[in-house]
């Protein structure tokens, strides 16, 4: 079946540091994929998604960029801030299991000044 | 427009009462995910209805776990017989269609004494 693997937690990353959080998935479809980012306190938001091989989603400065060759849909930025600071989620769906979301473990992102 | 809203909130409930649990979808959406999050873990399906249909409750981890969305908008999930395994936070989702986006709830936070 449909997996997600993401990387463990907690990440702790200066101010203005580069970001990787790493996530690749097992599918036997062509599924969209999601990163959702959950901040203390509140609930589950979108922060940015892809539906086919190759398109890079973007928000807030975070990228990732859909890799079927590698399975992989990692997520980056370049300057990271304190406002940052955050449970990331990487998902999938597909129509073979309705599109309900599939999920990874969450990344504990903790960046200091 | 408001977003997805949930009640309670917080829920404390002695091990083998009932509770419900209340979701209100954005208004329009078609489509409706319940999940389950346990502490540190990421969410897992539920539960999904299109409209009033339940198409798929193949994530339902008991038959003490019942949902319903009778009138195609508001859902409900209830739990009998709670037990200290059912402790965790459960999400509600809605999507304008098959497929589309999902945005969640705050949730409920469940804890079975």
């Known amino acids: 079946g449909n997996s997600v693997t993401q990387m463990e937690g907690p990440v702790t990353l200066s101010e203005e540091a580069f970001l990787t959080i790493n996530c690749t998935y097992t599918a036997t479809g062509y599924p969209s994929l999601f990163w959702y980012v959950q901040y203390p306190g509140e609930g589950l938001q979108l922060l940015l998604k892809a539906t086919k091989a190759d398109d890079k989603g973007s928000n807030k400065g975070f990228e990732a960029t859909y890799r079927k060759e590698t399975t992989s849909f990692h997520l980056e930025k370049g300057s990271v801030q304190v406002s940052d600071s955050a449970v990331y989620f990487c998902?999938?769906?597909?129509?073979?299991?309705?599109?309900?979301?599939?999920w990874g473990a969450g990344t504990k992102l903790i960046i200091k000044p | 427009g408001a977003g997805v809203s949930q009640s309670p909130r917080y829920k404390v409930a002695k091990r083998g009462q009932d509770v419900a649990l209340r979701c209100d979808p954005i208004s329009g959406h078609v489509s409706l995910f319940w999940y389950q999050q346990a502490l540190g873990q990421g969410p897992e399906f539920l539960t999904y209805?299109?409209?009033?249909?339940?198409?798929?409750k193949s994530g339902l981890p008991s038959d003490r776990f019942f949902a319903e969305r009778p009138e195609g908008s508001v859902s409900t999930l209830k739990i009998q017989r709670t037990q200290q395994e059912d402790s965790a936070v459960y999400l509600c989702a809605s999507s304008l269609g098959t497929g589309e986006t999902q945005y969640f709830g705050p949730g409920t936070r469940l804890l079975v004494l």
């Open positions: 209805f299109q409209n009033e249909a339940q198409l798929d």
């Open positions: 998902a999938l769906s597909d129509r073979y299991s309705n599109y309900q979301l599939i």
